[in-house]
């Protein structure tokens, strides 16, 4: 670790408490230094600079700096773990360290470990923009004179990992970036990232790292469609989530293996898991939505309609850990409307429902739901000779290639 005793940083603090009250430099320093001098210090530039003028300048704006030793040893030490925990994508650590973070916050920002504050709290579970602008303005304009590890929190956290690549990329670098691209849809590129990130981890002992680029080319190749290549991935994963003892990570993956399964309109194989993972037995409170969605889509497939039934009236009581509790109902729906409408194909309202959704599913959601849905948005299409709009879609999804999973009766 860096000094971090020297009075530079309270310069960093200086400048984020002149931009909350939106002051201007010349008003800040009037009668005691040079703006530019100022700036020199805002910005670190100043080696040493003079300890009485530093005062004057807390004195103007009201501020209380912390540089007892004592007081700042276990911040340095929370620190230190978080950017462990950041690089090793070791997630849950890093979690567990941003709570003690946040019920510190006050004491980081008086602190010279201000910048790393607002670097690794950057994104937290609850609300990933959570810094003022001020705060967010006093970051990107240190950028250039951050330290690598910060600048590879921040560009991360910001989704510009890619930005990483370009010189001396690390393992984490290589997650990050082939996490983006996946994201975006260049599944190819992004598996060839992971495949770096995987192989890099292992050199450095980073499990977590492995574990994630395993994880993450599976999700590729599920996108893909490329059922054999997806499990080859997800298999491995999963030999390292047990061994490392995820077993959250595990049911993830055995999840994500029956959802593409059930996509690829392999219904059995999909059912056997979702009708165990969501049993009659168990609690609708403790499941999730969309594993019961899923479960009503392979009894819709199966002609199982009373299952499917019970799973999307269970559905109404679930949890929804991902998307939004409001859109996750609206995607059941679809089911639910399928089901109780014998001439869906042909209604209009049916058409509308489907359509809208699919399309915010595009904008908000990654890849994989709205490619769920592809087959019922050609269903829709072909059924009612919109084939201009099913070309179109299908110019949009290139690599799509599986037949409907639950075709109209009517087809």
């Known amino acids: 670790m860096e000094n971090k005793q020297d009075l530079r940083w309270l310069g960093v603090w200086i400048k984020l408490e002149r931009l909350k009250r939106n002051w201007s430099q010349e008003g800040l320093c009037h009668g005691l230094c040079a703006v530019s001098y100022l700036s020199k210090i805002e910005q670190g530039k100043v080696p040493a600079p003079n300890p009485d003028l530093m005062r004057l300048l807390c004195k103007r704006l009201d501020g209380a700096w912390e540089d007892d030793p004592a007081v700042l040893a276990p911040l340095e030490s929370r620190v230190e773990e978080m950017y462990d925990a950041f690089l090793d994508a070791d997630f849950g650590r890093f979690w567990a360290l941003h709570k003690g973070l946040m019920e510190h916050w006050e004491e980081y920002l ?63 670098d290589y997650l990050g970036a082939g996490i983006e691209y996946y994201q ?23 499990v977590c790292i492995m574990l994630l680029a395993r994880v993450f080319s599976g999700n590729c190749y599920a996108n893909l469609q490329d059922y054999p290549q997806m499990t080859a991935h997800y298999r491995v994963a999963e030999k390292i989530a047990r061994a490392v003892g995820d077993l959250e990570e595990v049911e993830t993956i055995r999840y994500n293996i029956a959802a593409t399964a059930l996509d690829l309109g392999r219904a059995e194989e999909a059912y056997t898991y ?55 109902l609206e995607i059941c729906g679809l089911v639910r409307y399928r089901l109780t409408h014998e001439g869906y194909i042909h209604d209009p309202v049916y058409g ?33 000779r919109m084939y201009k709009d099913a070309y179109q879609l299908l110019f949009r999804f290139p690599g799509y290639k599986s037949p409907p999973v639950h075709p109209p009766a009517s087809l």
Request: glycine letters at 6%; hydrophobic letters at 35%; charged letters at 30%.
């Open 274 to 328: 979702f009708h165990a993972a969501c049993g009659e037995d168990k609690p609708a409170e403790t499941l999730s939505v969309m594993a019961l969605h899923k479960l009503a889509r392979c009894c819709e497939a199966l002609g199982k309609t009373e299952e499917a039934l019970s799973a999307l009236d269970r559905a109404e009581r679930a949890k929804a850990v991902y998307p939004e509790r409001e859109f996750a």
């Open 110 to 172: 008086h602190s010279p470990f201000l910048l790393d504050a607002l670097i690794l709290g950057y994104e937290s579970e609850e609300d990933k923009v959570r810094l003022s602008e001020a705060e967010l303005t006093l970051l990107k304009e240190m950028e250039p004179v951050l330290s690598h590890r910060q600048r590879t929190v921040c560009k991360i956290s910001a989704g510009r990992a890619t930005e990483l690549l370009d010189k001396d990329p690390s393992s984490r």
């Open 352 to 384: 509308e429902k489907l359509t809208r959704c699919f399309e915010r599913m595009e904008r908000e959601l990654p890849p994989g739901f709205a490619g769920s849905h592809i087959p019922y948005m050609l269903a829709w299409y072909t059924e009612n």
């Open 184 to 206: 975006s849809g260049a599944y190819t590129r992004s598996v060839e990232l992971l495949q770096t990130a995987f192989q890099m981890g292992a050199a450095e002992g980073r």
